[in-house]
């Protein structure tokens, strides 16, 4: 198992904290990905994503603010851990950004984190950050003392990047083999969960080492954490993108902006990911906030798998796995088809078989049905249920054929696509499953209104109303639309009084125009 995480095209964004350094992240990835906040000590993990500048492509890594002096130790676990990421991520980089504050000046942390550069060894850059106007510039000769090349920038404004983004890129060194053979689109896998469940002690466990912060505090993962993750060499190689996320807490129990944001970016990850690995705590077992994140995931039409972290403590006290599944399966029946995995990240049990699940599960995914056999299997299912109905019509299936893959997308031709009612459709899935062995993946059923043509004798091969344009009166997955109700206004349907002199014609109260009323 190869778990290098850094390839060699690798710029390090540090500072001490408040500086700028993810406007910064964000300002270079062209993308709002850290999380940007007035509170000190946001970003805690490091938050690797791969950028593409003009024609160049590196890895950028965004690392939390340094507080610590060297040397010193203190009982804070996280800023510790805090300080441990930021070593790290030194000894992975090829260039580094050292960002500074200009109106702040020039203060003892950041000489601190400029002799921790200089004792890398590494290419640095100083970013003079927050020179939103020209007058903020008088500062900027505070910062020789760092010696390494500066620069003013605004990551704000976007001010100056440019020009320092082209002298970081001149120091990158060539591609190797390695990453070009990671140029392919790695599976990208989600991990969440609510928070505690155990998520980036199980990141940890597979990359054997400790690349994301852990700890008993509630909370401690801030923003999605990208991490690269590689299974073997040479063209077999399986790569991996293995997201982090921040701990899913109620919508009503957030009170602070950054958790906000927290669930905000978590929610993006799932809708970004390939697959989805909800994490669950074997004491605690299935919550309503579980139910939630995996009604979240089925939503969104992700592949989706079950891990049940903490199972070492679990099974001491007497659990089996086959009651634990029965009451998993009672407690969240619309993941029956989600496989389930008991596993302990703190001694290893079944890590690796999670990472199998999670290639099946993708391969399920992905996969291409043969149009014969799907419509043999659809029309076997229907003659083992009773067609919907309404109003006396009843529907009539014609043929059916997969439009897309990742999620899974099925178009049925029928008769009247408003008929197609969610338990019928759940029954078409439950047998598509069955029949095909797709556990874990996600299916979306498109329904269209397929009419025959007026022709001589009504032939069957009309025309397809839905192959060019969608159905109007159903949704993209097939339930019928609810027509929008338009509401009434006050004096609604009545006509407005003619305004000017009454007409002549017959009647006190007749302002019909003369030219419009019947002749005699």
């Known amino acids: 198992m190869n778990t290098e995480l850094a390839p060699r095209r690798t710029v390090v964004i540090v500072g001490r904290?408040?500086?700028?350094?993810?406007?910064?992240?964000?300002?270079?990835?062209?993308?709002?990905?850290?999380?940007?906040?007035?509170?000190?000590?946001?970003?805690?993990?490091?938050?690797?994503?791969?950028?593409?500048w003009h024609d160049e492509s590196f890895h950028l890594v965004d690392t939390g603010g340094i507080r610590l002096f060297d040397g010193t130790r203190e009982d804070n676990v996280i800023e510790m851990a805090v300080r441990d990421q930021v070593d790290v991520a030194l000894a992975d980089a090829a260039a580094v950004i050292l960002v500074v504050d200009v109106q702040a000046g020039l203060q003892p942390a950041d000489e601190e984190v400029a002799r921790l550069v200089h004792k890398s060894g590494r290419p640095c850059f100083v970013a003079i950050n927050k020179c939103d106007l020209p007058k903020h510039e008088s500062g900027a000769g505070d910062f020789d003392r760092l010696v390494f090349p500066r620069f003013v920038v605004s990551a704000q404004h976007n001010r100056g990047v440019d020009e320092l983004m082209a002298e970081v890129v001149k120091v990158l060194p060539p591609k190797t083999e390695a990453e070009l053979a990671e140029a392919a689109k790695p599976l990208r896998v989600a991990i969440v969960g609510r928070p505690n469940a155990g998520k980036s002690s199980y990141i940890n466990r597979i990359l054997r080492s400790d690349r994301v912060i852990v700890s008993n505090v509630a909370g401690t993962t801030r923003d999605c954490v990208d991490v690269p993750f590689t299974i073997g060499t040479g063209p077999t190689a399986r790569h991996y993108t293995?997201?982090?996320?921040?701990?899913?807490?109620?919508?009503?129990?957030?009170?602070?902006?950054?958790?906000?944001?927290?669930?905000?970016?978590?929610?993006?990850?799932?809708?970004?990911?390939?697959?989805?690995?909800?994490?669950?705590?074997?004491?605690?077992?299935?919550?309503?906030?579980?139910?939630?994140?995996?009604?979240?995931?089925q939503r969104e039409a992700k592949a989706c798998i079950i891990l049940v972290n903490k199972w070492d403590i679990a099974r001491a006290k007497g659990y089996t796995e086959t009651a634990a599944i029965a009451h998993m399966r009672e407690m969240l029946p619309y993941l029956r088809h989600?496989?389930?995995?008991?596993?302990?990240?703190?001694?290893?049990?079944?890590?690796?078989?999670?990472?199998?699940?999670?290639?099946?599960?993708?391969?399920?995914?992905?996969?291409?049905?043969?149009?014969?056999?799907?419509?043999?299997?659809?029309?076997?299912?229907?003659?083992?249920?009773?067609?919907?109905?309404k109003n006396g019509r009843q529907m009539r299936f014609h043929y059916a054929t997969q439009t897309g893959a990742n999620p899974m997308i099925l178009r049925l031709f029928v008769n009247d696509a408003r008929l197609a009612t969610k338990p019928f459709q759940d029954f078409l899935i439950r047998n598509i499953r069955e029949a095909f062995d797709l556990e874990g993946a996600a299916i979306i059923l498109q329904f269209r209104s397929r009419v025959k043509s007026a022709g001589k004798g009504?032939?069957?091969?009309?025309?397809?109303?839905?192959?060019?344009?969608?159905?109007?009166?159903?949704?993209?997955?097939?339930?019928?639309?609810?027509?929008?109700?338009k509401p009434r206004r006050a004096g609604a349907g009545k006509r407005p009084a003619r305004k000017g002199p009454p007409s002549l014609g017959r009647g006190k109260n007749n302002l019909t125009p003369k030219s419009r009323r019947p002749r005699r």
């Open 17 to 52: 904290p408040n500086v700028g350094k993810s406007a910064l992240f964000n300002r270079i990835a062209n993308r709002r990905i850290a999380i940007v906040h007035d509170q000190s000590g946001v970003t805690r993990d490091r938050i690797v994503r791969e950028v593409a």
């Open 242 to 297: 293995l997201v982090d996320t921040a701990g899913m807490r109620h919508v009503h129990k957030i009170d602070t902006s950054v958790e906000r944001f927290s669930l905000f970016r978590s929610e993006e990850a799932v809708r970004e990911c390939d697959v989805a690995v909800l994490v669950m705590d074997a004491e605690i077992g299935p919550t309503t906030q579980d139910k939630f994140i995996a009604s979240m995931i």
């Open 338 to 389: 989600v496989p389930v995995v008991f596993m302990s990240a703190q001694d290893g049990y079944n890590v690796r078989n999670s990472i199998e699940e999670i290639d099946r599960v993708a391969e399920h995914q992905r996969r291409v049905l043969p149009t014969g056999v799907l419509n043999r299997t659809l029309a076997a299912a229907m003659t083992r249920t009773q067609m919907p109905s």
């Open 458 to 485: 009504g032939s069957a091969s009309g025309t397809d109303e839905a192959d060019a344009e969608p159905d109007e009166n159903t949704l993209p997955d097939g339930s019928p639309r609810r027509p929008i109700q």
